[in-house]
């Protein structure tokens, strides 16, 4: 009779314990592709609106607001059906607490925000602002005017504080930088 090394025997030991401790957190909501189909039902086409338009854009915001202002990840498409254009259609990556995550929101022609959508979220704590819809509702009918600020207009969840305050923040840049665009005429055609 062969007997097994106390090692392998302790490490067999541990496969569960390790498999309940370190569970995998990373989870994927909605493509752009099906979060576009979602926000924008019917519209029949989206068109990139290009990154030098969203860098100037970010110049103007910059000097109006007197400070500096980052867009790293923020992509942005004109919804439309036909040639009518219906609205603004954006994604963008913020950090929860130490990684970071992407969420889209769609605006109005006049960039009053309509709907805000998790699209992933990988660490164990906040992922409640997926979880929570009437709190991602909270965003619906603000603009460029509006405040935009955690526990002012917009409130916290007790357990995801850093993920709400950092996507609220990066709603209001985004909202921001495209009625800054809207304003300046630098629509796509």
Request: contains cysteine; proline residues 4%; glycine residues 4%.
């Amino acid at each position: 009779m062969s007997r097994r090394p106390l090692s392998e025997l302790v490490a067999w030991s541990l496969l569960p314990a390790a498999a309940i401790v370190m569970p995998a957190h990373a989870v994927t909501y909605l493509s752009v592709t099906q979060a576009q189909k979602l926000m924008f039902p019917e519209a029949d086409r989206f068109v990139s609106v290009p990154a030098a338009s969203l860098r100037q854009w970010q110049e103007l915001l910059a000097k109006k607001l007197d400070e500096d202002v980052r867009i790293r990840h923020i992509k942005l498409w004109e919804a439309r059906r036909g040639e009518a254009l219906l609205g603004y259609f954006a994604t963008d990556s913020t950090k929860g607490r130490d990684e970071f995550f992407d969420y889209a929101v769609s605006f109005d022609t006049a960039a009053v925000i309509r709907q805000v959508e998790i699209l992933n979220y990988v660490e164990a704590h906040g992922q409640e602002v997926h979880d929570h819809k009437p709190w991602r509702r909270q965003f619906i009918g603000k603009n460029a005017a509006s405040t935009l600020q955690l526990e002012s207009d917009i409130s916290n969840i007790s357990g995801a504080t850093l993920s709400c305050s950092h996507i609220t923040d990066s709603i209001r840049i985004l909202t921001r930088l495209l009625a800054t665009g809207l304003e300046g005429g630098q629509q796509n055609p």
